[in-house]
């Protein structure tokens, strides 16, 4: 299994600045894409951004130009840095992988997706 640790959630005022980590540990993987999803509470979970195992990435139309993700390979960790922050960012946002599993006993497994627990931003206005 691969576990997902993200950080660098807070509060920070419209205009501000947040920078989110997401470390993937665990199990042997190779990743299809890593990415951020977010939810704001009575609203649907919405992709946010993401990158895929090419380098090649995606956003929100609500949030280009704004948000970069990006990646540290060495350190299986995957960035979120989002500028010029809105109240309608608030949310809770989580990192997700999606990959192969390696076992030891049969090889590698078959494509899987992970999420980790969430962290918290929020705007203020």
């Known amino acids: 299994q691969v576990q997902l640790v993200e950080s660098g959630g807070g509060l920070v005022q419209a205009g501000g600045s947040l920078r989110l980590s997401c470390a993937a540990s665990?199990?042997?993987?190779?990743?299809?894409?890593m990415g951020w999803y977010r939810q704001a509470p009575g609203k649907q979970r919405e992709l946010v951004a993401v990158?895929?195992?090419?380098?090649?990435?995606n956003y929100a139309d609500s949030v280009k130009g704004r948000f970069t993700i990006s990646r540290d390979n060495a350190k299986n960790t995957v960035y979120l840095q989002m500028n010029s922050l809105k109240p309608e960012d608030t949310a809770v946002y989580y990192c997700?992988?999606?990959?192969?599993?390696?076992?030891?006993?049969?090889?590698?497994?078959?494509?899987?997706?992970?999420w980790g627990q969430g962290t918290q931003v929020t705007v203020s206005s």
């Open positions: 997700n992988l999606d990959g192969s599993l390696w076992n030891p006993r049969t090889g590698w497994g078959g494509r899987s997706e992970y």
């Open positions: 665990g199990s042997t993987f190779s990743l299809n894409a």
């Open positions: 990158i895929m195992r090419g380098g090649n990435t």
